[in-house]
């Protein structure tokens, strides 16, 4: 998106209100229709003025909150100024509403709405956000929280963070540095003097001061590379730790973090400082309890932590650490007069890679039924930094980028194996899959729908294919996807 001046800023923030995170008190009443509009907005970033998408109900809540069992009726409008199509991220509706433009249904142009209506069985933290061109990367995202009604019985208090990764820089203009940059062999590349996003020197690792897509700064000399991207910040609910966003809580409370990573090439490690929790539930389906305080999150991926409050005043910074960076984004809990100190956005120390944590390892509260396999895709996940083409193979396909085809009814498990030197979060759409095994070994994993595939790890996925159509398979990685790591699972 393009960089607003200070005097378009000000008209503009006349005309648009800021969107709300806050959880409404009650959820959208059965049956109604919700209307949401793909819009602009614009927010503060840094001090300096940035238009933005947001997916917004008429009075200003961003996303929505609804119960399971109940419809998905939407009415979902497009005012963003350009062709958009928003996909329901961790629901399973049938495959035309599944919001994947040029597969499952044509963008929406400028000024035209389509309605949605399915039912959605499961509860669950999950998202809505863009399958169209890179609008993610300029926050067209939102929460799509599916409550538990069992669970209004609990006295607990609801905490909804999206994350996000920001940059002032034109989406379109990173991805083709990235792929203009990396089109070369790692020895005869040069850096381009006249376009300092036009490409640089893997021999040259002094980058500082030179603005660079590709950050050089997060490259491993293992050969392992965290990050891609530079960004300018990192947000929590539209805002960084300069002025973070308050959530006010009571003594003694009892809350429910529901973490979604929205952003579009960022994972992040949770950390809850010295509060500990409990991590119920990922990409919004239950795990038996994970105790800690710090949690791996991978693009996409969803994270529900309950924990309890002390029972006395104070303030408690949730924050949210770049993987293979000490750049930190967050928002505070405090009491009525808990003191908020000022927060540095900067951690002492950077992390690691997030793969090597013990994610791959949860248990499924609520695993698949038991049964025998019907089909087996061994699938390697290709491509590298230097020429930026990614790719998904299945070892047994004809063509490639082949779509992979199962047959209704069938329990398939697909064999991942990353042969590249990045993770990739990898998404089904249309079903929740379980992990069944890591590197080899059987597990009885999460049940989720995007998956993190560590560097030289292979995970398997098992589902049932009880839902026909064409649904994406993807690297959630925005730049990764639209490089080539995305295929289809088409019933045959
Ligand atoms: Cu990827």
New binding site residues.
């Given amino acids: 998106m393009r960089r607003l001046s200070r005097r378009r800023f000000l008209v503009a923030s006349a005309a648009l209100g800021a969107v709300s995170f806050a959880p409404p008190a009650r959820a959208a009443s059965h049956g109604a229709t919700t209307k949401i509009t793909i819009g602009t907005r614009t927010i503060e970033v840094k001090k300096k003025a940035a238009k933005v998408f947001g997916l917004m109900q008429p009075d200003g809540t961003h996303g929505l909150i609804m119960n399971a069992g109940e419809r998905f009726r939407v009415r979902l409008k497009n005012d963003a100024g350009e062709a958009a199509l928003i996909h329901w991220h961790g629901l399973t509706p049938p495959n035309d509403q599944d919001g994947v433009s040029g597969v499952t249904q044509p963008a929406l142009e400028p000024g035209q709405s389509y309605e949605y209506d399915f039912t959605v069985a499961l509860p669950g933290t999950n998202w809505m956000h863009s399958h169209h061109v890179l609008q993610e990367q300029s926050l067209m995202a939102a929460p799509l929280i599916v409550r538990d009604p069992k669970d209004a019985a609990r006295d607990e208090q609801e905490v909804v963070i999206l994350l996000h990764d920001f940059t002032f820089e034109m989406p379109d203009r990173i991805l083709s540095a990235l792929s203009k940059g990396m089109s070369h062999d790692h020895g005869a590349m040069a850096p381009a003097a006249q376009d300092p996003h036009a490409g640089h020197d893997m021999s040259n690792m002094d980058m500082s001061g030179m603005d660079m897509p590709h950050d050089m700064s997060q490259m491993n000399m293992a050969g392992m590379d965290l990050n891609d991207v530079s960004y300018d910040a990192f947000l929590a609910n539209d805002r960084t730790l300069d002025d973070p966003e308050v959530v006010r809580v009571d003594k003694g409370q009892r809350v429910r973090l529901r973490v979604i990573n929205a952003a579009s090439a960022t994972n992040f490690m949770i950390d809850l400082g010295p509060l500990s929790g409990s991590l119920t539930d990922v990409d919004g389906r239950p795990i038996v309890p994970v105790m800690g305080n710090r949690f791996p999150l991978a693009i996409a991926q969803r994270a529900d932590v309950r924990f309890t409050l002390p029972v006395e005043e104070g303030a408690w910074p949730v924050l949210f650490q770049r993987e293979g960076d000490t750049a930190l984004t967050g928002v505070v809990l405090a009491t009525k007069s808990g003191t908020i100190a000022k927060i540095a956005d900067q951690a002492h120390q950077a992390i690691g890679a997030i793969d090597r944590a013990a994610s791959m390892l949860y248990e499924a509260a609520e695993p698949l039924p038991e049964r025998r396999t019907d089909r087996e895709l061994k699938i390697d ?1 290709t ?1 590298s930094m230097m020429t930026y083409r ?1 790719g998904i193979a299945e070892k047994a396909a004809i063509a490639h980028h082949a779509h992979l085809m199962v047959q209704e009814g069938e329990r398939v498990e697909m064999m991942l194996t990353n042969r ?1 030197e ?5 998404h089904l759409h249309g079903h929740h899959f379980q992990v069944v095994a890591v590197n080899g070994s059987r597990v009885k994993g999460a049940v989720r729908d995007t998956e993190l595939v560590p560097i030289g790890g292979s995970v398997t996925l098992a589902f049932d294919a009880f839902n026909p159509g064409k649904w994406m398979f993807h ?3 925005l ?3 639209l490089s080539g ?1 995305m295929t289809q699972v088409r019933y045959l």
Wanted: include cysteine; charge should be neutral; charged fraction near 0%.
């Fill in positions: 996940l491509g990614w590249t990045m993770s990739h979060p990898m690297c959630h990685n730049y990764h996807m790591m």
